[in-house]
Each structure stands twice: as structure tokens, then as C-alpha cells.
């Protein structure tokens, strides 16, 4: 892919993905044949780590920002347990924005393989 496609791409993706591995994923969006529109279609189905951080503050201890992430085991946990008694709840508000982009960062990973 052109430099400046991998450049406009990793300017959107930077507010999704964890900021260590944007060099590894430039080389990888360099040596791929995807076409930008399909990396663009998985940017639109990336999950927001600003919108994650917001459902947890204000509803975390009913799980919704784990589900929003797709953490289905963990977000029936939080849900059964009212947040863990609500220590869950204030320690994933801490932790929720990096497992966004973690969670992210798979997904661009398994695609671009």
C-alpha cells in the first residue's frame, strides 16, 4: 500500500489502537494487499475507547461497557455481581479505555494477517 494511504490510515486508527504498535502495523498496512476501503470498513467497526470509558462510568456496574467490547464473560460477571460490589466497577473505569484498544488491536491484527 502507498505511504500516504498507510499515513491517512494510522491517523485514524491512532485514537483506536494501543500507541506502541502503530510502527509494527504501519509495516504490516505496507506490505499488505488489503485495499484502503476494507481497512477502513474495519476502522468503522472498531469500538470507541472514549464511548467505552463514558458506559463505564455511568453504567459499568450493570457490565454494558464489557459487552460494548465484546468481554461477554466478564460483563455477566460485572452484571451478577453489581460491578463487584462496586470495586470492579471503579477499577475498570481505570482499565476499560486500554482494553478498547486492546481488544482493537486484535481485530486489525487477525485482518491484516
Not at 45 to 57: F, R, V
Not at 68 to 74: E, F, M, T
Request: hydrophobic share 45%; net charge negative.
Amino acid at each position: 500500500m502507498e505511504s500516504d494511504k498507510v499515513n491517512h490510515i494510522l491517523m485514524m486508527l491512532s485514537s483506536k489502537i494501543p500507541a506502541g504498535s502503530i510502527p509494527s502495523i504501519r509495516t504490516r498496512l505496507e506490505n499488505t494487499d488489503i485495499s484502503e476501503s476494507e481497512i477502513l470498513a474495519l476502522l468503522s467497526q472498531m469500538k470507541d475507547p472514549l464511548l467505552s470509558i463514558l458506559l463505564s462510568i455511568f453504567i459499568g456496574t450493570l457490565g454494558v461497557d464489557r459487552f460494548y467490547i465484546g468481554d461477554v464473560g466478564l460483563g455477566i460477571g460485572k452484571l451478577l455481581t453489581g460491578g463487584g460490589c462496586g470495586i470492579w466497577w471503579l477499577i475498570d473505569i481505570f482499565l476499560i479505555t486500554d482494553a478498547t484498544k486492546q481488544k482493537n488491536l486484535e481485530q486489525l491484527s487477525y485482518y491484516l494477517r
